[in-house]
T-cell receptor, first 113, second 111 residues
Framework: DADVTQTPRNRITKTGKRIMLECSQT?????MYWYRQDPGLGLRLIYY???????NKGEISDGYSVSRQAQAKFSLSLESAIPNQTALYFC????????????FGPGTRLTVL | EDQVTQSPEALRLQEGESSSLNCSYT??????LFWYRQDPGKGPEFLFT???AGEEKEKERLKATLTKKESFLHITAPKPEDSATYLC????????????FGKGTKLSVIP
């Protein structure tokens, strides 16, 4: 089984709709991250969390919110989706010790019409 | 100005034709340089972490090296299954856990 899972894997929605993307991990890591990837722009950090009570904004947090329901679960919400939020979204996790290397989930392809 | 620049944007190689990908960075206080491989429609897969100039790491046909201003990912005798986009990311500053990614190099290895 995959260490980092994301649901849904694909989602098509309409402008103005609220949508939630979910991430779960079995790696036992404390730290979790949400990124978006756009062609020609690379991966950009949206939010990150070091534990259940610690949430931090990343480079591009406007229009997004997050919830850390448990150590293993981190959700990303788009309160009112807009077309320029069409992108690939990735969740990542890292441990507290050692290299702090981030490990990525398989991604969610989101299309906002 | 981009903090992490990868070149070339795309590279086509014949099977067995060795080459190198470049990642140059302008951050100060580097706390780690990371290489990932990404296949189409999938999440980035971790390859290497480098911390200090002169450090080298190898995995199968891949070898990553680091200087004070750039990193190279050397691919020796590549195979078609090495085709992917290779991403470079840096972490800077004490206490920072954010990664800044380059835009990647898309590698195609032709049989």
């Amino acid at each position: 089984d995959a260490d980092v899972t994301q649901t849904p894997r694909n989602r098509i929605t309409k402008t103005g709709k609220r949508i939630m993307l979910e991430c779960s991990q079995t790696k036992g890591h404390d730290r979790m991250y949400w990124y978006r990837q756009d062609p020609g722009l690379g991966l950009r950090l949206i939010y990150y969390s070091f534990d259940v009570k610690d949430i931090n904004k990343g480079e591009i947090s406007d229009g997004y919110s997050v919830s850390r329901q448990a150590q293993a679960k981190f959700s990303l919400s788009l309160e009112s989706a807009i077309p320029n939020q069409t992108a690939l979204y990735f969740c990542a996790t890292s441990g507290r010790e050692g290299t702090d290397t981030q490990y990525f989930g398989p991604g969610t392809r989101l299309t906002v019409l | 100005e981009d903090q992490v620049t990868q070149s070339p944007e795309a590279l086509r190689l014949q099977e067995g034709e060795s080459s190198s990908l470049n990642c140059s960075y302008t951050v100060s206080g580097l706390r780690g340089l990371f290489w990932y491989r990404q296949d189409p429609g999938k999440g980035p897969e971790f390859l290497f972490t480098l911390y200090s100039a002169g450090e080298e790491k190898e995995k199968e046909r891949l070898k990553a090296t680091l200087t004070k201003k750039e990193s190279f990912l050397h691919i020796t005798a590549p195979k078609p299954e090495d085709s992917a986009t290779y991403l470079c990311a840096v972490r800077e500053g004490a206490g920072s856990y954010q990664l800044t990614f380059g835009k990647g190099t898309k590698l195609s290895v032709i049989p």
